[in-house]
């Protein structure tokens, strides 16, 4: 039997870390989604403030295609 | 506060130029999607007709993510 | 005239070889998108089994934009 | 049955722009290769003259080989 | 003593397998070529059709240069 | 609790298919170690022989480091 | 005798195409460098305004080095 | 009208934590530049010490260009 | 007088952060390696638990080769 | 007026050192191809004998197209 | 304590190896520079000339920034 | 019948070329393992010393493994 899986690309936020910014980014998939397996970071970026960094977390998400 | 983003792959197409094929995966994306923010150019590619080329870019368009 | 297409990934499976999970991913495209036009293997791993291997191929599968 | 493509790689250039630069690298492989297909683009470049540029576009071609 | 080897790539197709494609991109360059040597595989893609897939396998094929 | 992987790179290599190649490798590596978990494909190549080919499949194997 | 050059990374916006985004780039660095001789294109991105689109082109431009 | 921005890159070190680092390499050039608006990560490496680790993070720093 | 080093490939786990995760990894180095010296991050995923996630590290790890 | 180079992809080996593989590489198209510009290094391999290396320069050579 | 330490891109030119092509670029950055600590090689490249080859080698260059 | 090889990574390092840390690794290697068959440069770095350069190669080295 073979199984199937799909992966998104979703960038999460934070002013704090990385390490928030991906959870940002699976947490908002999670909202929508069901069966999430897996994240890969593909890219990290930020933004220069007035004051301190916004961190940017590009993340792969794979999850499970059930048959309805 | 943290925010999230989608990324989509969108492979627009002309028979003009490469800024009419990113034109036209944009507008594309727009006609379902609000919110779009920016996108990257990953992929320049082409076939070559009888007379002349169709000119294929594939962008990865980001959109934000918004809680209902 | 402009086309636009849509690139989404997809990960199949199969305890056979990858031509088995490269068909399973498409085939699970295949329940819900019409209009599929080609693919690209962007990554192959897989799993060691206590017997036999578990082999995953990662898939961009590419299908046309429709204006309704 | 099986078919099977070559690939070259050429580079085209212009002061104009990468389009035009595209479509000589293009034409020039017409003239002496029949059954072109498709290109890719590999590497755009330029050199900065006292005015202007010159745009350098390295292109993939792929054309299908015939059995005679 | 130094010796020169030459690249080319190939782009061979088959409705079964990418062993099969491989296969008909290095026969392909057989029949003109002599002193082939190795390949690598540079690319893996392929058409979804009506029913099953065309698989294309794209390799670099490296060969001998002889001084006449 | 944290957890620790080692990752080692294995050639393997078959007259038949890169399927045969991979199982050469990940077998040829489980004779000496246990606790193999998967592996990820890092290069297809392979030689030209008089008659037919010889694949070679450079696979990355992970397994899990205990504590003595 | 050697000769050595220095390359600096630049990002050009316009909101016509690209090729306007490369040139912004190139002159604003000839305002304050002299001897530029040649540039390539690293990364191709953009904004999504609210009309049309921002195109941003990152370009390494090399100048030779003078000893004075 | 069109804009410029260049790019530097910075290694910001640190005993502590990446984004520490980050922020070191950061915090170093906006002491001598002004406008400066992103940045993108290149590389995380780090030397092993004696006792724990220090965390080198290589940066591209994005500012605007203005004319004078 | 020349030196030589060895690289290996470690995944280090952890459900705090990535830096626990790369700490894990050299700490299992070092029980039964001496003369390590720097890292290299290669590769950052991680999986996705009912509650929060688990962020796997890959490093690579050089160290000194000593003559006996 | 624009111009097209076309490039070809040689491997040089040689005892001695890459200097001389590339050299060897340059020379052999030298035989048959007038015109030659410039070269870029793509891979550098090699063989381990008994005794010494054998080194294997890989040489993009790119030589301009003229219109007969 | 945290350091921080900026990276530039340096092409040095030989008309004898690489190797004299990197002191060029090195040597060319102690003029200006001081605190000079690792390069790494990022490209190489070269000109053919009438007789024998420029050899052009792009590296970047690591250096300390200091507080003042 | 089927054949593996393992790939190790060794840095190499010389004071006088690039030949030389390349050559330095190889042996390294040559001291504890027998079938030693090919090496691949993975990167080219070095150190900036008071006088002159210390060139540090990183190879991939590959050895059968056989079966007792």
Redesign the interface.
Known sequence: M??????????????E??????????E?A??SISG??????T??????LEKG?E?QA?V???FR?R?E
């Open positions: 073979s199984k199937a899986f799909k992966l998104i690309e979703v960038v999460g936020t934070s002013s870390s990385y390490a928030v910014a991906i959870n940002a980014a699976v908002q999670r909202k999430l397996g897996w994240f890969e970071v890219d990290l970026r930020g933004a220069i960094l961190y590009t792969k998400i794979g295609l048959d």
